[in-house]
């Protein structure tokens, strides 16, 4: 069973930046698909990027030119550099990679 465990939610003011990272347990990201999702308050879940194998990147329409997907070299670790953040960034975000969910970190944008 695969594990992956997301970092670096938190507080931030409108405009502001957060990168969050999703660790996993072995290099699962060298032959699957890393994703981030989100989940606000009364809402479902979304996809909001999406880094295939072969590299292709795809993202929501509310975030493109905001945020960008990632990995590192060792395909073990999946990023998401989020910029010019709004309060409608709000939600627990969640990792997938390999059928499997990250525990989720709390993105809180306000002032």
């Known amino acids: 069973q695969v594990q992956l465990a997301e970092s670096g939610g938190g507080l931030v003011q409108p405009g502001g930046s957060l990168r969050l990272s999703c660790a996993a347990s072995g290099s699962i990201f060298r032959s699957n698909a890393g994703s981030w999702h989100r989940q606000a308050p009364g809402k479902q879940r979304e996809l909001v990027a999406i880094i295939y194998s072969g590299g292709t990147t795809v993202y929501a329409d509310s975030v493109k030119g905001r945020f960008t997907i990632s990995r590192d070299s060792a395909k073990r670790t999946v990023y998401l550099q989020m910029n010019s953040l709004k309060p409608e960034d709000t939600a627990v975000y969640y990792c997938?990679?390999?059928?499997?969910w990250g525990q989720g970190t709390q993105v809180t944008v306000s002032s």
């Open positions: 997938r990679g390999d059928n499997s």
